[in-house]
């Protein structure tokens, strides 16, 4: 697929959903080149901000298989990846594959489930794969874990390590709606006299696998890739930060900006889509010193600061 029939395709499947997802277009947009750079992706933010429904408009519109797990306390490893059950008919045991083997899985509330459940996800989302009793299963292509968790309601979670957020190549949040937007929402729901709502599908699996290989088409020169390294170096030595980004989220900072000169027609990155694409890939792998919690001090607030003190490269187009 061309990088501009991708980038068509990507602004339909934006207009697509924002039938329903209301003026959150910035959110929409990175949660597609999150799908587009074949990425999981992490959604933290407040109840009821259309989390769920957003994924699963997105699976809906994107034309892919879509299944969601509500992780709890008591959910096993074995009840999302599946497991060998004892066929009696043949006298053997056979596998009966679990929710991940699907497109698109929704893991909500992913932090509520004990940290045994969680890691049974670390080996799809990085292999694209379930391995039961020595046997590997492949799960459907493409495929992304799209999680959610509520960053304020602590009882009975329990947090994501860092090295299962460093899988995720982005962290998105939804944010309050404003008060227009707000009304907007109500217009809309007593307009179609139903509390489900469903679209159709834009793209299909197929088409979803040609764009991520359009990506691959994307240039990014010896300057951009300077430039991102030197941003991820500079997590490592900010006077805030405890631990800074690994290798792996230059490489999820170098895809997602590659993706976002994709949707704006260029086969070439500029320094513009790395900063724009920052925040999303670096943020959530940071870790921030203990006491800085007391002024408030988030981890977007140190991206910011390094963006704007890192030299931004001069790049020939």
Do not use: C
């Amino acid at each position: 697929m061309q990088i501009v029939e991708a980038a068509q395709l990507s602004r339909t499947v934006l207009e697509a959903l924002q039938q329903v997802i209301v003026g959150k277009e910035q959110v929409l947009q990175h949660l597609l080149l999150g799908l587009y750079s074949g990425g999981n992706i992490l959604i933290e933010d407040f109840p009821g901000l259309a989390k769920t429904l957003t994924a699963r408009l997105l699976a809906q519109v994107a034309g892919l298989d879509f299944k969601r797990i509500q992780f709890t306390p008591d959910l096993l490893p074995g009840d999302i990846t599946g497991g060998l059950i004892y066929n009696q008919k043949l006298s053997e045991f056979e596998f009966r594959p679990g929710p991940l083997f699907t497109n698109l899985v929704l893991a909500d509330e992913v932090n509520r489930a004990p940290p045994k459940t969680q890691a049974a996800l670390l080996e799809v989302m990085q292999e694209r794969q379930v391995t039961i009793e020595g046997t590997t299963y492949p799960v459907p292509q493409p495929f992304v874990v799209l999680a959610t968790q509520n960053p304020i309601e602590l009882e009975g979670t329990y947090p994501l390590p860092e090295a299962q957020l460093d899988r995720f190549i982005m962290r998105l949040h939804i944010g309050y709606p404003n008060p227009e937007e707000e009304q907007q929402i109500l217009a809309r729901r007593g307009a179609r006299r139903q509390e489900r709502i469903d679209l159709h599908s834009v793209l299909n699996a197929e088409q979803l696998l040609s764009i991520q290989a359009a990506v691959e088409h994307v240039h990014a020169s010896d300057p951009i890739e300077r430039y991102i390294v030197s941003l991820t170096t500079a997590t490592r030595q900010h006077a805030h930060v405890q631990i800074g980004a690994s290798p792996r989220g230059s490489l999820a900072l170098y895809q997602l900006a590659r993706a976002h000169a994709m949707v704006q027609e260029r086969d070439f990155v500029l320094p513009d889509d790395v900063k724009a694409m920052a925040s999303a890939a670096l943020a959530h792998r940071l870790l921030l010193k203990p006491e800085l919690w007391v002024r408030g001090i988030q981890a977007e607030h140190v991206i910011r600061d390094i963006l704007e003190r890192t030299p931004i490269p001069k790049v020939d187009v």
